[in-house]
């Protein structure tokens, strides 16, 4: 499933750019925060901060900026990108469906090929939003790397009071 390159288009191949610290180290003048190390991070995490505040994007073709994740770092990460991909088939609560389609989603839809297509459109919608959700929190007034730095702890923070995670 997570096997291929994948290519980000639009503000969201702008926003990932930014977002990754592998943009810092490739380009020194770059503007970016590179609060997230790679952007095979950014995404396998993002669609996790798209589920957790129901935020979902579509493909974004404004503009002509890619940014492809190549195979290789893909399938260097494919058990964290399959754990992502089986949380949010199972706990999406976009469409009706029971318990137990769920779970057919999440698990046995892999070798459909139609369903899959489907679902991994579902993933990549919530992992675009998640991406959004990030680049806004890291925009909003933040310029410098201690700002970046500042942000990232105000984001663990609302990340715990929004979930009430105990430390």
């Given at each position: 499933?997570?096997?291929?390159?994948?290519?980000?288009?639009?503000?969201?191949?702008?926003?990932?750019?930014?977002?990754?610290?592998?943009?810092?180290?490739?380009?020194?003048?770059?503007k970016a925060a590179g609060i997230i190390n790679t952007a095979v991070?950014?995404?396998?995490?993002?669609?996790?901060?798209?589920?957790?505040?129901?935020?979902?994007?579509?493909?974004?073709?404004?503009?002509?900026?890619?940014?492809?994740?190549?195979?290789?770092?893909?399938?260097?990460?494919?058990?964290?990108?399959?754990?992502?991909?089986?949380?949010?088939?199972?706990?999406?609560?976009?469409?009706?469906?029971?318990?137990?389609?769920?779970?057919?989603?999440?698990?046995?839809?892999?070798?459909?090929?139609?369903?899959?297509?489907?679902?991994?459109?579902?993933?990549?919608?919530?992992?675009?939003?998640?991406?959004?959700?990030?680049?806004?929190?890291?925009?909003?007034?933040?310029?410098?790397?201690?700002?970046?730095?500042?942000?990232?702890y105000e984001v663990v923070n609302l990340y715990n009071e929004d979930?009430?995670?105990?430390?």
């Open positions: 499933m997570f096997n291929n390159d994948y290519e980000l288009k639009g503000k969201h191949a702008t926003y990932i750019r930014f977002l990754s610290a592998t943009t810092n180290r490739l380009d020194k003048t770059a991070d950014i995404y396998a995490i993002a669609p996790l901060i798209g589920l957790a505040y129901n935020k979902k994007a579509t493909e974004d073709n404004s503009s002509n900026d890619t940014y492809s994740i190549l195979a290789s770092q893909i399938i260097n990460h494919q058990a964290d990108l399959d754990f992502a991909f089986r949380l949010v088939m199972l706990a999406d609560n976009s469409t009706e469906l029971s318990s137990d389609e769920k779970i057919d989603r999440a698990f046995r839809q892999d070798e459909q090929p139609e369903k899959l297509a489907e679902n991994l459109e579902l993933f990549h919608q919530y992992m675009r939003g998640g991406i959004e959700w990030l680049y806004e929190h890291f925009t909003d007034g933040a310029t410098t790397r201690e700002d970046y730095l500042e942000k990232v979930f009430a995670i105990s430390v």
